[in-house]
């Protein structure tokens, strides 16, 4: 009798925990490269997208595409949507559509973008060995062998630009006029997360890909909060999200000018975390402590990301408002010169310091902002735009790690 009690009560602590565990349903579906089968709140811009393209349907060339708007207002996502719902109608009419996609912040050379683009049809292109000129010149020989339509789309395509200059950019919008008239039609969509880059564009690539554009608008609280409770329905247990997580989780992504991937990477280590602490639930508390583990690895990822100067200016920065809300261009520079003189390297120039602040600010990492002081000439007012102590772990941590430690340079 006694043994079978304990056996008794070992399952039920085993059940017991396992019930507890039960948060995450399907965790996938709030990963950032799920696209799901509804998109609410992005109607018009799927009805945008969806007639440009359509045109395929008839075998004819889509207008190239240029898609702009902040990071996570579903860009990417609606991109992928219309285009695979494309795929699937061209199947039953018999059509040959197909598209390819190419992230070029990840494949960040004309000879990468070229390849995948390649592949796309079947051309195999060497990993190395052939210039991007032969390998163009071999594309638009396989592309004129082929019929249909091919849609290709370039995403984050201002991070090449930046790093390789416009030229790909041009040459793909205009591939078509290399081709003979039979030969299969390439439709460009080119998506950027940076609404400045749209003007540093030169105007005749401008012109050529941009034949359609299309703005996206950041989501407001309201809208965000639709798109999270339809994604949570299906990734979490029904009993495991706490009245107001949801609607918490919308309030700080809107603030954030209404970035929808915020919003679900919020619910996601909130769910986590609920996890981890073997709680049954997920509520308000841990959203606040993921909001705060996202801002630490994203404070983190940029520090390290930045080369030594600049995470000098950074240490600078730090110093010099210690005990004030903000510092000034001059007084900053001295600041700089003095930390670079300690740990013996030398100085760059008040120029150079200028570019790094203005990079700092763009990363979202400071502010930098720019004002006139009459007679005196302008002068920049510069703060720490996150968190004091996260960028402090942050560069004692990347400092380690490159063991560049400027950050204690006494010990
Ligand atoms: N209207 C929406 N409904 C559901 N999920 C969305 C919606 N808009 C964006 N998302 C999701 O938010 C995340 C970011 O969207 P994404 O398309 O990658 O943004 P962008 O490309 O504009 O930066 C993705 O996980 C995406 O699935
Ligand atoms: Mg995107």
Redesign the pocket.
Known sequence: MVRASMSEDILEDIFAKAVKARIFKKRDI???????E?????ENEIRKVGSVLAQALKGNKPNNLFIY???????????LYVLRRLKTKALELGLRVNYVYVNTRQRDTPYKVLSDIASSIGLRIPFTGLSTAEVYVRLVKALSRERGVLIVVL?EIDWLVRKRGDDILYRLTRIGNELPGDSMKVSIIG?T?DIRFVEMLDARVRSSLGEEEIV?PP?NAE?LND?LS??AREAFYPEAIKRGVISYCAALAAREHG???R??DLLRVAGEIAEREGSSYVDVEHVKKAWIQIERNRAKEIVSSLPLHARLVLKAILEATKDKPYTTTGELYEVYTNLAKKIGIEVVTQRRISDILSELDMLGIISAQIISRGRYGKTRIIKLSVDETTVVSALEEVSREKQQNFYHPNN
């Open positions: 709030l990963s950032p490269d799920y696209v799901p509804r998109l609410p709140h992005r708007g902040l990071t996570g207002t579903g860009k990417t996502a609606v991109t995403d998506i997360n996206f989501y809208q798109i339809e994604r970035d929808a991937r919003a679900l």
